[in-house]
C-alpha cells in the first residue's frame, strides 16, 4: 500500500462520519396524487348579464372608436396592445359567447379557454395547478378558480393592496 | 414514571435520610437530608398533583399512548382553566410516503403579508410580545443581498415599485443545523422532513436559534399572551398548542392540518397564489412539477441545509 493511499484510508476512517449526513430520499410508494379537480363556477362579473337582454336588438359596430363607458366595475380597459377592441374577445356572432384568437366560442364560465389562446404558458400551468390559487386538499380533491375569479379581464394587473402591518418583534427592529 | 416506581425511589431517598440523620452530620448535610426528604414527601404523596406530572414528564417519542392521553388532557384542561377555551391536543402521526414541500413564487408576491397574520392566527402566535413564524423581506430589485432589505416595511399599498418580496419562514433542512445544536435533543426532524420541538423537553438554551441560517426560531421571552378569542382549538402537541415560557418554537407547515390533508394555513391565505405545497414523494404533486419545469432555487444553498423551501419564478 502506497502512502497516498494509507492517507487516504486514514481520511476516511476518521473524517467520513464528521461530513454532512447523506440525504435520505426514501421516496418509495408515493401515494398518489388525486386528479379530481373541480373548477368553481364564476358569478357573472357585471349584474346585466346575459348581454342580449339589451344587445339583441342592437346592430353591433364593429369598427374599433374610444368608449366612455364600460360595463366592468372597474372602469376602463388595460389589456395587451391598445388597439384591442370588444370582439378580440368579445363574439360579434353571439354577444353571450367570448371567443378565442382563432374565433372559437367560449362561454364566459370557460373564460380560461379564452385567456389560454394567447396566455398558453399560464394556462398549461393552471392546469397543472402550478398558477392560481388551490383550495381543497393537498392529497384529494380540490377546487381550482378560473383565471377571472382573481383577475379582471379588462384590467388583468394585480392592483396594488394594503398590506398587514409591520411586525413588532423584539430583536427584529431596524 | 410510574405511581410505584415513585413511591419506591420515594422510600429510597427516605432510608437515605434516616441513615444520614444517624450519623453525626454537618449542618449542609442536615439541610440537604432535609430538602431530599421534602422532594420526598412531595413526590410520595402527590403523584397526582399537575407540576409533579409536570416535573416527571418523559421526552415525546416515549410517551405511551396512555401517557399521552393523559398528558393531552391535562394541556386541555390547563388552557380551559385559564382562558374558558375548550381545545383539542392531538398528535397527527407522519404519512408513509409522504415528504413535503414548499415552493413560493417571487413573481406573484407582493408582500402583503396575509400568510403571515393567518400563520400566527393558526399557531396561536402571541401579540404581546410579538412573535411571527413568517418575516417578508423587501428587497431592491436585482438584489441578492438581503441584509440591505427590510422586514419592518409600513407602506399603504404593496407592491412598492422596484421592490421585491421574500417571505421567509422555517425552511424544514434536510440537514438541520437546529436540529444538531440542541443539547438535549429537543427538537428533531420526523420522518416526513418536518423539524419539531418538543415545548416540555426545551430548556430554552437557544442553541438551535443561534445555529438556524434563516432565523426561523422564536423565543418566548415572557408568559405568552393571547386573546381566549385568538385560540384555536385544534392544537397539535408537537405543532401550535399554546407554548410555555422560557421555550423555542418555529413554523411546522402547520402539522395539524397538513398531516390531515389540509393546506397550511399560509398557503389558503395568500391571495396571489404565491404559494404552492405538496408532496416531493409524489411526481403529479404541485411542488415536484414546479421543480421539475420552473426556475427554482434555495435560500442560502452554500450552507448545505439542504432545505424543503423553494422559491421559484413563473
Request: include cysteine.
Amino acid at each position: 500500500m502506497t502512502r497516498s493511499s494509507c492517507l487516504l484510508a486514514l481520511l476516511c476512517a476518521s473524517g467520513c462520519n464528521q461530513g454532512i449526513e447523506p440525504m435520505k430520499r426514501d421516496f418509495a410508494d408515493p401515494p398518489p396524487a388525486s386528479s379530481v379537480v373541480m373548477v368553481e363556477d364564476h358569478p357573472a362579473l357585471i349584474p346585466t348579464f346575459p348581454c342580449s337582454s339589451c344587445h339583441a336588438d342592437r346592430e353591433p359596430d364593429p369598427r374599433p372608436r374610444k368608449l366612455v363607458e364600460y360595463h366592468t366595475p372597474k372602469n376602463g380597459f388595460d389589456h395587451g396592445t391598445k388597439d384591442g377592441w370588444c370582439y378580440r374577445c368579445h363574439s360579434l356572432e353571439n354577444i353571450d359567447r367570448l371567443r378565442t384568437t382563432l374565433g372559437t366560442p367560449v362561454a364566459f364560465s370557460d373564460p380560461q379557454d379564452l385567456c389560454g389562446s394567447c396566455h398558453g404558458d399560464k394556462l398549461i400551468d393552471w392546469k397543472a395547478g402550478l398558477h392560481g390559487l388551490n383550495r381543497g386538499s393537498w392529497n384529494g380533491p380540490k377546487l381550482r378558480q378560473s383565471c377571472t375569479f382573481c383577475h379582471d379581464p379588462h384590467k388583468p394587473a394585480f392592483e396594488p393592496m394594503v398590506p398587514e402591518r409591520p411586525p413588532d418583534v423584539l430583536g427584529e427592529r431596524t | 414514571m410510574k405511581k410505584d416506581e415513585a413511591s419506591c425511589a420515594g422510600a429510597r431517598v427516605e432510608k437515605l435520610v434516616e441513615l444520614r440523620l444517624s450519623k453525626d452530620g454537618s449542618r449542609r448535610s442536615f439541610l440537604k437530608s432535609a430538602l431530599a426528604a421534602a422532594v420526598t414527601g412531595t413526590v410520595a404523596s402527590g403523584c397526582d398533583h399537575p407540576f409533579v406530572k409536570d416535573l416527571l414528564q418523559k421526552h415525546y417519542k416515549e410517551l405511551s399512548d396512555e401517557d399521552k392521553k393523559e398528558l393531552f388532557q391535562r394541556i386541555e384542561q390547563r388552557t380551559h382553566a385559564w382562558s374558558g377555551v375548550r381545545v383539542k391536543v392531538s398528535d397527527p402521526q407522519p404519512l408513509d410516503g409522504v415528504h413535503w414541500g414548499y415552493a413560493l413564487n417571487l413573481n406573484h408576491c407582493n408582500g402583503n403579508r396575509r400568510c403571515v397574520e393567518a400563520c400566527a392566527r393558526e399557531n396561536n402566535l402571541p401579540n404581546d410580545p410579538e412573535i411571527r413564524y413568517i418575516r417578508v423581506v423587501e428587497a431592491d430589485n436585482g438584489s441578492q443581498h438581503l441584509e440591505h432589505g427590510t422586514v419592518n416595511y409600513d407602506r399603504e399599498q404593496v407592491p412598492e415599485p422596484g421592490k421585491y418580496y421574500l417571505p421567509v419562514q422555517c425552511h424544514q433542512c434536510r440537514n438541520p443545523p437546529c436540529v444538531k445544536a440542541c443539547p438535549t435533543k429537543a427538537t428533531w426532524q420526523e420522518p416526513d422532513g418536518i423539524v419539531v420541538v418538543d415545548y416540555d423537553w426545551c430548556i430554552g438554551c437557544r442553541y438551535c436559534q443561534a445555529a438556524c441560517p434563516y432565523h426561523a426560531r422564536r423565543f418566548n421571552w415572557t408568559v405568552p399572551s393571547i386573546e381566549p378569542d385568538r385560540i384555536n382549538p385544534d392544537q397539535g402537541y408537537l405543532s401550535n398548542r399554546i407554548r410555555p415560557v422560557g421555550v423555542i418554537e418555529k413554523c411546522t407547515f402547520c402539522l395539524h392540518r397538513v398531516r390531515r390533508g389540509r393546506y397550511p394555513a399560509c398557503f389558503e391565505a395568500c391571495p396571489t397564489g404565491a404559494r404552492k405545497f405538496g408532496n416531493l414523494a409524489d411526481p403529479s404533486s404541485e411542488v415536484r412539477q414546479i421543480i421539475a419545469s420552473k426556475r427554482v432555487w434555495i435560500l442560502k444553498e452554500d450552507l448545505g441545509t439542504d432545505p424543503r423551501f423553494f422559491y421559484f419564478y413563473a
